[in-house]
């Protein structure tokens, strides 16, 4: 017997016509003719070499050796079965890379929970995380280079982002406090921008939302602060202000903890507002990836 032979019609013939012991009733449920169902029986019968019904009074009746086979037949029918309707389900499923721009700490972009979110509602997509500075992310966003990022922001240059062919959303809006190492109160309590350009900095690239910021302050005063050291990450600058190398900018929450726990000072008359947003490119918005990426970002920070 050949597997070509053993077609899936002439098993479902056979498994109705034992189950229902008449083949006018297990025509009618495969919707064929008396005719056709005997002749799916009789090939089974050739194929298998084997005598599976005979014939009472009341219909058909399995022999010993078609009920032998009636549970591997029903078994079979079970598997393929299984195999459409998960053919069915991955019809529907979300399948692809999607590389997304990470910035700052984890915990503070809530990543933990937004890749779980993604991987629980779209298991299929992979993910690949870059991570980087805040101006670096979005411009990969802008050439393709990224499919989704985080972002640090003004409300400025929010503004002029919506004019860029970007889709963001806002995810929480925080303060920058500019903090001096220990003991250096006297620099800066009462202290404005001019007077706080004057001391050693922390400097960071232009691609880092501290450069943008700064900038923003500085250049239309005409200043440029004293640079004290160039760094390019945060656990690097906190170490370098516990060391007393210059000031810089730091995350409200993380000023009032490190002032707290190690006597770092905080300028009182000055701060900067910022935003954390999330980008793709608009044109890309709709997606399958992204779109589960910006559903499962949804769900993390709702």
Request: charged share 20%; glycine share 6%.
């Amino acid at each position: 017997m050949t597997a070509a032979a053993l077609d899936l019609q002439i098993l479902r013939a056979f498994v109705l016509a034992a189950r229902e012991g008449s083949v006018s009733r297990a025509a009618e449920r495969l919707h064929l003719t008396q005719p056709a169902v005997s002749l799916q029986l009789k090939r089974l019968a050739e194929e298998t070499g084997l005598q599976l019904f005979t014939r009472t009074p009341h219909g058909l009746a399995l022999t010993a050796d078609g009920a032998a086979l009636l549970p591997q037949a029903e078994r079979v029918l079970a598997a393929v079965g299984d195999l459409q309707q998960a053919a069915r389900n991955l019809q529907g499923t979300v399948r692809g890379a999607l590389r997304i721009g990470t910035i700052l700490d984890p915990e503070f972009t809530r990543l933990g929970v937004f890749l779980r979110e993604l991987v629980e509602s779209a298991p299929q997509i992979e993910t690949e995380l870059r991570h980087g500075m805040s101006g670096t992310v979005l411009a990969q966003v802008l050439r393709g280079e990224l499919d989704v990022g985080f972002h640090l922001d003004t409300d400025d240059d929010a503004d002029a982002a919506a004019a860029a062919p970007l889709a963001a959303r806002t995810l929480t809006r925080f303060t920058y406090r500019v903090v001096a190492p220990a003991g250096w109160g006297p620099q800066v309590l009462g202290r404005d921008w001019k007077a706080l350009a004057a001391l050693p900095w922390l400097a960071t690239p232009p691609e880092s939302a501290h450069h943008r910021l700064l900038n923003k302050v500085f250049g239309p005063l005409g200043l440029s602060p004293r640079r004290a050291a160039l760094v390019d990450q945060e656990a690097s600058m906190l170490d370098l202000l516990k060391s007393g190398v210059g000031l810089s900018l730091l995350r409200d929450s993380i000023a009032i903890r490190e002032s707290q726990s190690h006597g770092l000072v905080m300028a009182d008359r000055v701060q900067l507002d910022c935003a954390l947003r999330f980008v793709s490119l608009a044109a890309r918005r709709n997606e399958p990836v992204i779109a589960s990426a910006w559903n499962a970002l949804a769900r993390a920070w709702n």
